[in-house]
């Protein structure tokens, strides 16, 4: 069978798309999904998103790997889904759509999504890092000397070390550069190396600086290695609400191939 397929990157975070509304797809082909993802022998991307039919909202999102598994919530991939319905004609700049971790809200402004993430309201805090869910389990932390940190190396150790362990968690490094900026590095698990961008990476981080009081903004910048995001949010007694990550998401290409 033929595939049509397209990919979209936002902030480097990339990503295949295929509409599958008519349900021509199977979806228990990890082993495929692996292949198409793998950037040396298929088209190459950090994760597989299929758009599809939902009854109760415009589409479904339906999220994989790099490794082929479903996985939990991608921000940036979120982004790129609703750029990707606009650009086939099922919204026109606001949408709900459904995945994994529930209902989304989103818009799209010149080219710019904003996408609405699930509230906030448990935060771990140890010594040297927090523990947070944005839709994926996230470990954030802060170091110093960013653009030297060896993300990979580092971000594996903790990824599959305890308390994580089997189920693993997301890792980011961040580095404070000024009240309302942070650059961040991610080591993503499912891709099991660092990504150039994470969009539930970074709104952990904004909401983590923010629980910690290295930031007192409810609107915070994060500088990515694939470019900069948005986070915004309303904080009270009861934790993080209307929390949106905002940024750019681009179609790259089109293409066929045989699923």
Request: with cysteine; charged share 25%; proline share 1%.
């Amino acid at each position: 069978m033929n595939m049509t397929f397209y990919k979209y990157q936002g902030t480097g975070n990339d990503f295949v798309i295929v509409d599958n509304r008519l349900n021509t797809i199977d979806k228990s082909n990890t082993k495929r999904i692996a292949e198409i993802c793998d950037r040396r022998f298929g088209v190459g991307a950090d994760g597989f998103i299929l758009l599809e039919n939902d009854d109760n909202t415009d589409f479904k999102m339906v999220y994989y790997n790099a490794d082929g598994n479903e996985s939990s919530m991608c921000g940036n991939g979120g982004r790129c889904i609703v750029a990707f319905a606009k650009f086939l004609g099922i919204i026109e700049n606001e949408t709900e759509f459904i995945a994994i971790d529930g209902l989304h809200s989103a818009k799209v402004d010149n080219g710019i999504v904003h996408l609405q993430m699930q509230d906030v309201s448990k935060i771990e805090s140890y010594k040297d890092h927090q523990f947070l869910d944005t839709g994926s389990p996230h470990h954030v932390e802060l170091v110093s000397d960013i653009s030297n940190f060896e993300v990979k190396l580092k971000g594996a150790k903790i990824r599959y070390g305890a308390p994580y362990n089997e189920a693993g968690s997301n890792v980011n490094f961040v580095e404070q550069i000024s009240d309302d900026n942070f650059a961040v590095r991610t080591y993503e698990r499912g891709v099991e190396d660092e990504t150039l961008s994470c969009g539930t990476g970074v709104t952990a981080v904004a909401i983590a600086m923010h629980k910690t009081g290295k930031t007192l903004n409810e609107k915070v910048k994060l500088k990515t290695q694939g470019g900069s995001l948005n986070v915004m949010f309303n904080f009270d007694d009861s934790g993080y609400s209307n929390i949106w990550l905002i940024g750019p998401a681009e179609q790259v290409f089109k293409g066929e191939m045989t699923w």
